[in-house]
């Protein structure tokens, strides 16, 4: 990163002015003052570097949610379990241990100097192998073949005192939308929580917060560091209220107890804002406040400390510093969650435990808490007095601290202090020498506020600038490689994908073309044979009718010639039905009724008299029937008949012999024209009206129209097939098509994904870079023995 691109502080961070406490003392210009004038310079610099970091960590944040709210791609929380660890019961000190030992601060020094990418890479190969510590859970498998790093601000924490279930399972079990919604709320408070380290890197003072269980003798401690009696001290529980000393210098040198209802509405200079409480009642009105007759929630008590700025931990000379005595950790849990709340505040905490009790469960949850940012405790194990076995009683205190604050027990000779402050207060001491154990509790507690106020003061910030910021780079890089890996997986999908479409869009053509081509050659072969066959049934039909239809002689001619219509009609209209099976047979149609009909056809086939006697066609002189023929009925012999046969004899024979052999002849003519008729007349019938149907299957439009009428049906079943299978494959090509829209959606979501994940990290790595860079550690200054 060039200089001009390095992240710079808003523009009000001008260069923090000194104290209140620097600024009284600067005037004296002796040695001591010209280095703690050095310090602040020092001190200002770092503050405004941190300034602008936490700035623009913000700003990543708030980035990061807006892209979770409205981008496609939703933040994906990296699993943590691998299946083995998550069957193992999960319990606070393992949780702890996990936390800790994944944190980029509690890595080696050496690897504070690599960007994350790097540290993030040594964490993926070196830490479990190298850490027996880390070899539990510095990174786990995320199910996908990865490892992951655990997160620390923002791990998703679920449990709520049941340790049985693991955090990881708990998580597994939410949709992904849900964990992506938590995610944003961690976030969120992250955002809140860099808006409060903004206020306390800006403010100048240091606030020193006093914690631990009930009765440990938090009050004893703030009044021997005091050298007063300022706070009760009570068997009892005795703090109900967060009591903050500070020097009266900060109150325009007057002492006064400020009781304070709304501490974010707190002025001064507004006694609205605050009730005056007589200092000589402070007990009584810590008492009322316990029993309920007073609702209060912070106490001020501005004291004057007249020691030197060289012994005073209050009027030091450098910063200002406010000592809060806190209600008992383990007093009620909403005062516990308040005292955690409050920790965002602080710079400094110092934990009294008792020497007797050592460190209970509340205790233990609130250096877990603390861990995120508070990296070194000030440990003060009180009443130490009370114990007889005083080695062992450091050796087990000392153990526990080493499980709960590793950077504390590496610093225990100068953070970790077994006191009884019960007997450095004033009226004990009435004048006399402190105890040494005390005297160097006061040093290395003053080196530790003031002297490392760099380290006390601006390691919080950084501390917690380390482990979001490792978070961010923990999540970009996780779904960065989530996204690769998506996008890789869309890409085949979307390759593999287009030959099968176009093998769809192949067959698709292939299958319609032969599904018409078989229509036609289909249709065709069925016209064609129920034409052939239609027209070639006469023949069969005239051969049939001779045994089919009984012959009763001449006296029953019509009815014959009645029955050869109606069965020659029949076996036509069984022909075209003959057709249709066929048809059917071959294309499964269910064709339309037939419009041949019996009836109808029948009357097409009916002969008039002349059709029935075809005589004239046989014989020349088929006239001289003539006079026989009227012997059967005036109905068979119409009027144009008879004239047409007189006319035919007379001009044959001559009128003059007509007479003379007339009857002979026609006698004979006519025996063996009825002899003739008689033999004949049954074939002549049906030769006649096989004729006729021959004609007017021929001539008329019945066999093109039964054709047409079977091919029709055959193609609408063709068609309606045809249909089908192009809508099973239209289906198909859409779910294709949809299927393609959807990947490519989801492939440029990818892209895009993996672009701003990787410039998250990106961001991510350089602002961890600039934060490393800020110095925080003062060089070590032996305290004196
Ligand atoms: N033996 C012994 N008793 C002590 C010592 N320091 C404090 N005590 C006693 O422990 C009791 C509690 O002391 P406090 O200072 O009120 O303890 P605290 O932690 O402020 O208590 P709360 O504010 O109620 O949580 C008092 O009775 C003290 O006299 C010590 O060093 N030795």
């Not at 003072?205 to 009044?223: F, M, P, Q």
């Not at 501490?263 to 029993?291: A, C, G, Q, W």
């Not at 050869?564 to 149609?589: G, H, S």
Request: aromatic letters at 6%.
């Amino acid at each position: 990163m060039d200089e001009a691109d390095r992240p710079q502080p808003a523009s009000h961070h001008v260069l923090p002015s000194l104290s209140h406490a620097a600024a009284t003392t600067l005037p004296q210009e002796n040695q001591f003052n010209q280095n703690l004038f050095l310090q602040q310079q020092i001190f200002a610099d770092k503050s405004n570097r941190l300034l602008s970091l936490i700035q623009n960590t913000k700003g990543l944040l708030e980035e990061i949610r807006e892209t979770n709210a409205t981008k496609p791609w939703q933040t994906y929380y990296p699993s943590l379990q691998t299946p083995q660890a998550a069957t193992t019961p999960i319990t606070p000190a393992s949780t702890h241990q996990m936390r800790r030992s994944n944190s980029f601060h509690h890595e080696d020094d050496h690897d504070r100097g690599f960007p994350l990418q790097q540290r993030i890479q040594r964490s993926f190969t070196t830490s479990s192998a190298s850490s027996p510590q880390n070899a539990h859970a510095p990174v786990e498998n995320n199910g996908i073949g990865r490892l992951i790093p655990e997160l620390n601000v923002l791990k998703l924490d679920l449990k709520v005192g049941n340790y049985a279930t693991s955090n990881d399972a708990l998580l597994r079990g939410l949709e992904r939308n849900t964990i992506a919604h938590l995610l944003d709320g961690r976030i969120q408070q992250s955002v809140k929580h860099l808006d409060n380290l903004y206020q306390r890197v800006s403010d100048k003072s240091s606030k020193v917060l006093i914690t631990g269980d009930l009765n440990a003798g938090k009050s004893t401690l703030v009044n021997a560091l005091m050298q007063r009696t300022i706070l009760p001290i009570d068997q009892q529980p005795c703090t109900s209220l967060f009591c903050e000393v500070l020097d009266a210098q900060e109150n325009e040198g007057q002492e006064a107890v400020h009781a304070i209802k709304d501490p974010s509405v707190y002025n001064r200079e507004d006694p609205n804002t605050f009730t005056v409480v007589d200092m000589r009642h402070l007990e009584k009105f810590m008492n009322d406040v316990i029993d309920g007759y007073e609702d209060y929630a912070q106490l001020k008590v501005y004291c004057t400390d007249r020691r030197l700025v060289n012994d005073s931990l209050l009027h030091n000379g450098v910063v200002d510093i406010a000592l809060i005595d806190s209600p008992g950790l383990n007093r009620d849990s909403v005062k516990t969650t308040a005292l955690f709340a409050r920790q965002q505040e602080i710079d400094v905490v110092v934990f009294v435990v008792s020497a007797e009790n050592h460190f209970t469960l509340s205790g233990k949850e609130f250096l877990w808490n603390a861990a995120n940012e508070k990296t070194h405790i000030f440990i003060v194990v009180n009443r130490f007095d009370s114990i007889r076995d005083k080695e062992r009683c450091k050796r087990v205190i000392l153990d526990q601290i080493k499980q709960l604050s590793a950077k504390t027990y590496e610093d225990a000779d100068e953070l970790v202090h077994f006191v009884s402050a019960g007997s450095c207060l004033p009226e004990i001491i009435q004048g006399g020498d402190f105890p040494a154990d005390f005297l160097r509790l006061e040093e290395c507690l003053r080196s530790f506020v003031l002297e490392k106020r760099c380290k006390s003061k601006l390691a919080p910030a950084k501390v917690y600038l380390e482990n979001i910021l490792s978070d961010v780079s923990v999540l970009s890089d996780s779904n960065r490689q989530m996204a690769a890996e998506e996008l890789a997986k869309v890409r085949l999908e979307l390759e593999r994908g287009e030959p099968e479409y176009q093998d769809t869009l192949c067959r698709r053509e292939m299958v319609m073309e032969k599904i018409e081509s078989l229509t036609e050659e289909t249709c065709k072969l069925i016209d064609n044979m129920t034409r052939e066959r239609l027209i070639n049934s006469v023949d069969d039909i005239e051969n049939a009718v001779s045994t089919l239809v009984p012959w009763n002689g001449l006296l029953h001619i019509w009815q014959y010639s009645n029955d050869l219509r109606y069965v020659m009609a029949d076996l036509f209209v069984d022909r075209v039905k003959n057709c249709e099976t066929e048809a059917r047979e071959k294309t499964k149609i269910c064709p339309d009724p037939s419009r041949v009909s019996i009836g109808k056809l029948k009357d097409e086939l009916s002969l008039d008299f002349v059709d029935v006697f075809e005589v004239q066609d046989k014989l020349g002189v088929a006239s001289v029937s003539l006079g026989a023929v009227t012997m059967f009925s005036s109905k068979a012999l119409g009027y144009k008949s008879l004239v047409h046969s007189l006319f035919d004899i007379t001009s044959t024979v001559g009128v003059s012999n007509v007479r003379k052999w007339a009857v002979p002849v026609v006698t004979a003519a006519g025996l063996g024209l009825l002899i003739y008729i008689a033999a004949d007349m049954k074939h002549a019938l049906a030769r006649k009206t096989a004729r006729k149907l021959r004609a007017h299957i021929r001539e008329g439009s019945v066999v093109h129209e039964e054709a047409m009428r079977i091919t029709k049906d055959c193609r609408r079943v063709f068609k309606s097939n045809a249909w089908e299978i192009q809508n099973r494959f239209q289906k198909e090509i859409e779910a294709h098509e949809r299927r393609r829209a959807e990947q490519e959606k989801a492939a440029k979501d990818g892209e895009r994904a993996v672009v701003y994940f990787g410039k998250v990290f990106d961001k991510a790595d350089e602002l961890a870079r600039w934060v490393a860079a800020v110095e925080v550690e003062v060089e070590e200054r032996k305290v004196k023995a």
